[in-house]
């Protein structure tokens, strides 16, 4: 019997194949795949596919043979502070330098931490670690395994990872220090060879409110005025109602300016000429549709602390704290991070006021009490990471008692916070990577989603919401921006300067409900990077593979998979080729194996069928995609119901990033497909034959268009909207019933 082996190999890849195999046939999207039988290297003749030409190539590929696989394993390594100890470092013993590469989660800047492809033994030993996900390098362990290693923070310590440092002996270190006095103080570093991380069920929690229908503030369209009214320039009166005039959408903030990152006082600047209350009351009036206001801010008060001179300093009687590089080595700074406490020239401007234990509630119940007052609804909270540079043990603590929604410190993002424990189940919204528009290299654009997508392995599975950051409508890559918030659950806050937005792009974000409100039109599951291209370089120089990520839709049971260009300094396209075994891992466990799948291309506008008689496990090629640099592609993978001899699949909204997402419900009944939708816009469907096809919108029968598309299929189009009837304004969602016609 022969046996085929079939791969798409990911750049600098070693495939393992049994020694029996007999013919290999490689997919590869560059020109530097490489095989080796053992030591003799076997020159193989490949076809090389770029921007829909095919080029025959002379190329190597290496195989080497599979010799054994290791069994599934679990590794914990359990780190006790005595009383009187306040730091340690303990090697992980069950850790080999020499076996693995992949991912690993640096926190290389003050306030983020990022993912870096590197081998383990490159792991610096000054930065440190907060999650390895790795591939084995060893031809004695299974290729197929993906080592996970995680560093659990708790209350009473903190602990991340890395390399030795100055006389250590090689390895990888947990280096755990003491966040609360007294009493022993237990951390974990647990390791497994299949996913470990596990707080996905626990669902998906809003606010307490009186009335469960009021929307929730993050569902709607948010605005920022740090950019609107100018990044240097402190709000004003006058500018605020000039800016009133071109923005629907508003969030502002208080205390504002980058020469005094410190809180002076609860109200708004005296150069504002308007107190606080009114200063809500002219965003309100002046913009009809905004229902929430908030501030923005930080649980030490703002970046730099309290100002050392404030008024508030006597009242709560704050104490000062040191903070201390040594606390977080490995980190360097750059020309923004220059505003903040640490690096400000004068050590003795390297300090906190905070209030003590006995005043810290009374503190934070004026401030929100002011706030509140004012007719501010929500807040977000920025900048607590820098907590971790707290020098000592009391220092340390008495900031970890304060309340944490957004920081890369090891409590949030590898801790109980993080995990749960210190909200009790509750989900809070967290700010999941680095700005994107800040001066950067010139791969900002492309770091940033990759960053939010890996990021998004961790903190999906935790009691956080990922939020990937405000973005701009109508400048820096508005699109390719825009569709990454459109598959995140956190909020979506435009950062626009004034006067600049672009309506195409906000209204592919944005619907209208039956009551005519408008709502977002995004997931609640956020993309995550595809398991079978989670090897995969996709961020290299020349032509080469994207960034892909997945998001799956449980009320109409299908995914959608988003594709960004990826490419180095944004110089060259990229081309994928999409395997059967992508969608697989597109629609996870919800892949149904008798059912046929319709691949919608949304930029492209053309369709792809897939399932039936083909293997879903197979790597079978399915399609080709070439991204110019700037660009994105948006599939929508969607299963195809049977209405008698037709096929039909519903592909959502197909003027939204994530048209998926307006499908509230599904039920295929007989030879009647009914579907409800929560907003307005234009519905798509992928059909055999149109022409046996009724459509009724809530009981009336509708009339449609219909595009012919390749493979004797039919896209179909019509438009849901607002009604004037008096028996609509009673409707939560328009119901779609596809029938055969008679």
Known sequence: MTLDIIFLPGQGQTIFAPLKTLALFAITNTLDAQIEIGEEPLTLRYSYISDGEKTNVDGHVTIIPKLSQATEEEFTTVTRLEEQEDFVSVKIPWLKLDNWQGWVWLRHKATWIEPRWMTLRDLPGLCSAHCLLLQSVNPTVDPASTFCVFPC???????????????????????????????????????????????????????????????????????????????????????????????????????????????????????????????????????????????????????????????????????????????????????????????????????WWLPPKELAYQFWRDYFTVCADAGITFAKVDNQSFSSFLAGVEGAEEAFMIYHCMAHCERTFNGDIGMGMATHGRKVVFRNSDDFGLPRP????????????????????????????????????????????????????????????????????????????????????????????????????????????????????????????????ALHSCTDIILASDVVDVLEQHCLLETRYVLWFANMGDAVFFGGAIDPRSVFPLAEVTLVPKTHEVITVAPLHKLGGIEIACLGLLDKYAGLAAIAATELIGTTLKISFLFEGELGFVVTDASHIKIYVNDELVTFTTTDLNESAVLLKLHLRISDSPEFSKLDHWQVDVLLAE
């Not at 270190?173 to 006095?181: C, I, L, S």
């Open 153 to 351: 923070s708790s209350a009473k310590a903190t602990v991340s990872l890395s390399a030795a440092r100055d006389l250590e002996e090689p390895g990888v270190y947990a280096r755990v220090r003491r966040v609360k006095a007294g009493g022993t103080a237990e951390v974990y570093v647990v390791g497994k060879t299949q996913k470990c991380l596990g707080t996905t069920n626990i669902s998906y929690v809003f606010p307490p409110s009186e009335d469960r229908g009021t929307v929730w503030p993050f569902e709607e369209l948010g605005f920022c005025t740090w950019e609107s009214i100018g990044e240097n320039i402190r709000p004003t009166r006058v500018k605020l109602e000039k800016l009133m005039q071109s923005i629907d959408e508003l969030k502002f903030q208080l205390n504002e300016t980058t020469t005094m990152r410190q809180l002076w006082s609860l109200d708004v600047w005296d150069g504002m000429d308007a107190s606080f209350k009114d200063t809500v009351a002219i965003i309100k009036e002046g913009l009809s549709t905004v229902e929430n206001v908030g501030v923005w801010m930080t649980l030490q008060g703002y970046w730099n602390s309290i100002a050392s001179q404030s008024p508030l300093i006597a009242k709560y009687k704050m104490r000062s704290f040191r903070l201390s590089s040594d606390c977080v080595p490995g980190i360097a700074c750059n020309g923004f991070d220059e505003m903040q406490t640490l690096v400000q020239p004068d050590e003795r401007n390297h300090i």
């Open 442 to 569: 010139k791969n900002a654009h492309r770091d940033h989603i990759r960053a939010n997508l890996m990021n998004c392995i961790i903190t999906s599975r935790m009691c956080l919401i990922p939020d990937a950051d405000m973005f701009m409508s109508a400048a820096q890559w508005p699109e390719y921006h825009a569709v990454l918030r459109a598959f995140f659950p956190g909020p979506i806050i435009l950062s626009d300067e004034a006067e600049d937005h672009d309506l195409k792009v906000i209204h592919k974000l944005i619907a209208r409900t039956t009551g005519g409100h408008y709502e977002l039109v995004k997931s609640h599951n956020p993309a995550l990077p595809l398991r079978s291209r989670i090897w995969e370089q996709s961020i290299g120089p020349g032509i080469g593979p994207s960034i892909k990520a997945a998001s799956y839709f449980p009320p109409s049971k299908s995914s959608a998979d988003i594709m960004w260009r990826s490419r180095d300094h």
